[in-house]
């Protein structure tokens, strides 16, 4: 069996995105994951991908099959693919922060990877994906942050609009789960990944376009 090298932030985010190349190549896959962990950014990320990618050029030695994806939530980094940028003045944490999909694909050039891989960079993270497939033919107005309790959403919040922040998008996203019946988060990813539109995902939002239709090249036996 084909098998994904996969760099993401935690084991739900692999499973989520391992099931979207399942959907989207329409076959199973093995896969090794390395955790960047959440919160560490692309510096760990990029690390990690670094000895992914080690791997990844030793077991494609011994054959085909072998793909990778690297996978790192957006944050609020500038310059993403699809040109989100929450209106307003950012935190200087948020503003000093790289173009994270460049700076993935970078690191992959550095190691001159032939294996086909895809880099997944949500803007602004995984769950901007998961709410858009949940709700495949209307247009969403995501919020940017990850939790309408977090620090740094009620500081943006109140100097840009003098408001409480309404729900965000892990907000977001476990409502959607709770009503979905499942279980657990992990469980909740696989099903939205394993029953998604790709192209009705693709239309309303870049980096997943981009991410499908670099797993749509992948040539699997």
Same mark, same amino acid.
């Given at each position: ?6 760099v993401a932030e935690s084991? #739900? ?30 510096? !760990? ?14 077991? #494609? ?53 032939s294996c086909p891989g ?29 939790? !309408? ?54 239309? !309303?939002?870049? #980096? ?10 992948? !040539?699997?036996?």
């Amino acid at each position: 069996m084909a098998c994904i090298y996969i760099v993401a932030e935690s084991e #739900s985010d692999t499973l989520f995105y391992v099931a979207c190349a399942e959907r989207i190549k329409g076959t199973a896959f093995d896969f090794e994951h390395y955790t960047s962990r959440r919160g560490t950014g692309i510096h !760990q990320a990029r690390r990690m991908l670094h000895y992914m990618l080690a791997d990844v050029r030793n077991a #494609s030695a011994g054959g085909p099959g072998i793909f990778w994806i690297a996978a790192l939530d957006n944050d609020r980094a500038p310059q993403h693919p699809d040109g989100a940028r929450p209106p307003g003045k950012l935190s200087g944490i948020d503003q000093r922060k790289t173009n994270r999909h460049l700076e993935l694909q970078a690191e992959v050039t550095k190691q001159n990877i032939s294996c086909p891989g895809a880099i997944a960079v949500p803007v602004e993270m995984i769950e901007s994906w998961v709410l858009q497939a949940l709700s495949p033919n209307k247009a969403l107005e995501l919020p940017p942050f990850a939790e !309408q309790t977090g620090a740094l959403a009620i500081t943006y919040y109140k100097q840009n609009r003098n408001a409480t922040p309404p729900p965000q998008l892990k907000d977001l996203a476990k409502e959607a789960m709770k009503q979905s019946g499942c279980a657990n988060w992990a469980e909740f990813l696989i099903e939205v990944a394993s029953t998604l539109d790709a192209d009705a995902l693709a239309a !309303q939002s870049r #980096s997943f376009a981009m991410f499908r239709d670099a797993l749509a090249a992948w !040539q699997v036996a």
